[in-house]
Each structure stands twice: as C-alpha cells, then as structure tokens.
C-alpha cells in the first residue's frame, strides 16, 4: 500500500465496541501508541500509571458508548 500518494482514498471509523479488535491492533503494535491507548489526557491519574491501566480504562470508554475518536483503518495493516 502507498501510503505517500496523496489521493489514497481514506476511511475512517468511529471507534466502537465492534471496532475494538481494530482497535486494539493498533495499540499492541510496536511505536508511539503501544504506550499511549489515547489516555494522555482522560481518566484519573491512576488510569494512566501502567499499559494495561490504560488499556481497561479505554477500554471501559469505548463500553459505555463514549465517543473517543477515529482513526484510518490502514493505520493497522501497515
């Protein structure tokens, strides 16, 4: 995939329950978001202490419906 073309066609998603999978993908990849699980600036500080304090506290987000972004499903098969 040429991800340098500027006229790639880009689809985006929200992420949701049924998104999770895709989702998670993402974030167990080696790079900046393995550490990250978009929890910079949400939560309670203890949400953010460890990777999977961050990832279950994403995850309980995503549970209860909250929009918390999206993301280009290319992102996750490069």
């Known amino acids: ?3 340098s ?3 790639v066609k880009l689809d985006f998603f929200e992420v949701d329950q049924g998104r999770w999978p895709d989702f998670e993908k993402l974030f ?16 309670k500080p203890e949400d953010r ?3 999977a304090t961050k990832k279950s ?9 909250v929009p918390i972004g999206t993301w280009d499903m290319r992102a996750t098969s490069l």
């Open 1 to 3: 995939m040429d991800i």
């Open 28 to 43: 167990e990849r080696r790079g900046g978001p393995k550490n990250c699980w978009c929890m910079v600036w949400r939560g």
């Open 5 to 7: 073309n500027p006229f």
């Open 49 to 51: 202490k460890t990777k």
């Open 57 to 65: 506290a994403i995850r309980n987000v995503v549970q209860e419906h």
